[in-house]
């Protein structure tokens, strides 16, 4: 029946659809609540959720108290009534993730890229992933509601592609939406990786009590993304890296976008990398030294794997970038008045990073001490991404997505 709620639907249908929604969203309800937020009768209401039952869209969750005489139902969506695929594709790794309709990870693939991996590769191991997935855990495919796909480079959304590329391989130049739906026969949806991280937070952590949300993630590059209302804000005009580029130093570092000062060129792990680099060709020592026979061959995943190990010059270096992007933070919320912050990325799980950039945020915020704003932490380290895509095709079926 999920299907059925998209494009012009009869009455019935819209009213089948709200319920639904409205339940996926407050988790386990009584029918008096969903009655008196509906305007629908208690008798019409109980019709349509014994509907949404039958299908096997909605069950009781057994969580209603009884007063003394019979139990009250209290009604919560059914998680395996369909299946979601959520991929992240990132020039560091590809995520692929099996999720149920609450989002529950149930299942994971991983691919760290290299040079090797071309788009045709990287899209072919995503099917193949899928496959295994759904072999695992005994799920049909005709289960499978289908496959959203986040990426944090630039996307041309009429061609389903990447504008351009931060990959090692090339290749890339491909209709990621179109190939994957050739090869797997099922809705896929593309969409800013960022965006979507801060849809899957928001779905999953606060949908009920907040109407405003920002997610930011440092790794590779600095960006957000927004809910407000309780919806997405999509980028339109190209700009899914902006935060990265707001100035914390007018007279600081030149950044990779030709300016000085931006927030990227302190606090981005490419950044971090290179004031890594800079610092041992200074003299000072690091782990790095016996890894690598050049310090110029340090990579990514070697920085990353250095965080983790606590190495002394890794840490100093990450303890700067984590203060500047506080200031990054700070900015950003003195502007969207968000109720809550999440930081994501694959710094965030670092030590010292996200303790040190909220720290930095909530001193400068203290000029303001009824604001209320939350700083957290991303629930999953390094899943938001792909929980987001899967939950944009949920979000497809399921709630009036505005143009």
């Known amino acids: 029946m999920l299907t059925e709620f998209v494009g012009v639907t009869s009455p019935k249908m819209k009213s089948l659809k709200l319920l639904y929604s409205l339940i996926r969203k407050l988790g386990a309800v009584r029918i008096n609540i969903l009655s008196e937020m509906t305007g629908y009768k208690h008798t019409t209401c109980a019709r349509l959720l014994d509907e949404l039952a039958q299908v096997g869209l909605v069950q009781d969750s057994g969580l209603g108290e009884s007063s003394g005489g019979r139990k009250p139902l209290m009604y919560e969506i059914n998680p395996n009534a369909h299946y979601l695929i959520g991929v992240e594709v990132t020039n560091l790794y590809t995520t692929v993730l099996l999720l149920n309709l609450s989002l529950d990870i149930l299942g994971s693939k991983?691919?760290?890229?290299?040079?090797?991996?071309?788009?045709e590769y990287t899209l072919n191991y995503v099917t193949e992933c899928i496959d295994l997935l759904l072999a695992e855990h005994h799920i049909h495919r005709d289960k499978l509601l289908?496959?959203?796909?986040?990426?944090l480079d630039p996307i041309d959304p009429e061609r389903g592609a990447i504008h351009?590329?931060?990959?090692?391989?090339?290749?890339?130049?491909?209709?990621?939406?179109e190939y994957l739906t050739k090869q797997n026969n099922t809705l896929v949806l593309l969409d800013n990786g960022t965006n979507l991280?801060?849809?899957?937070?928001?779905?999953?952590?606060?949908?009920?009590?907040?109407?405003?949300?920002v997610f930011v993630s440092s790794d590779m590059g600095i960006r957000c993304g927004v809910i407000q209302n309780g919806r997405m804000v999509s980028h339109k005009n190209g700009m899914e890296d902006a935060f990265g580029h707001i100035i914390v130093d007018i007279h600081g570092q030149r950044c990779s976008c030709g300016s000085y000062g931006c927030l990227q060129a302190y606090s981005s792990l490419p950044a971090i990398r290179n004031e890594v680099i800079r610092q041992m060709k200074r003299g000072k020592y690091s782990s790095l030294q016996e890894q690598v026979a050049d310090v110029e061959e340090i990579d990514f995943h070697h920085i990353l794997d250095t965080l983790e190990q606590e190495d002394p010059l890794c840490l100093e270096v990450i303890k700067e970038a984590a203060y500047y992007f506080g200031i990054g933070l700070t900015?950003?919320?003195?502007?969207?008045?968000?109720?809550?912050?999440?930081?994501?990325?694959?710094?965030?799980?670092?030590?010292?990073?996200?303790?040190?950039?909220?720290?930095?945020?909530?001193?400068r915020m203290a000029y303001y001490p009824n604001s209320h704003i939350e700083i957290t932490k991303a629930t999953t380290d390094y899943n938001s991404v792909a929980q987001g895509a899967g939950c944009m095709i949920l979000d497809y079926f399921t709630e009036e997505i505005l143009p």
Not at 198 to 207: G, I, P, T, V
Not at 334 to 355: A, I, M, N, R
């Open 331 to 363: 900015n950003l919320i003195f502007l969207l008045h968000p109720d809550v912050v999440v930081c994501g990325g694959t710094l965030v799980p670092k030590p010292l990073f996200y303790e040190v950039a909220s720290d930095a945020a909530l001193k």
């Open 164 to 177: 351009h590329h931060s990959f090692k391989a090339e290749g890339w130049d491909l209709n990621i939406v």
């Open 197 to 213: 991280a801060a849809l899957a937070e928001y779905r999953k952590n606060h949908w009920k009590d907040k109407d405003s949300l």
């Open 110 to 119: 991983k691919l760290k890229m290299n040079e090797q991996y071309t788009g």
């Open 146 to 151: 289908g496959i959203g796909v986040g990426v």
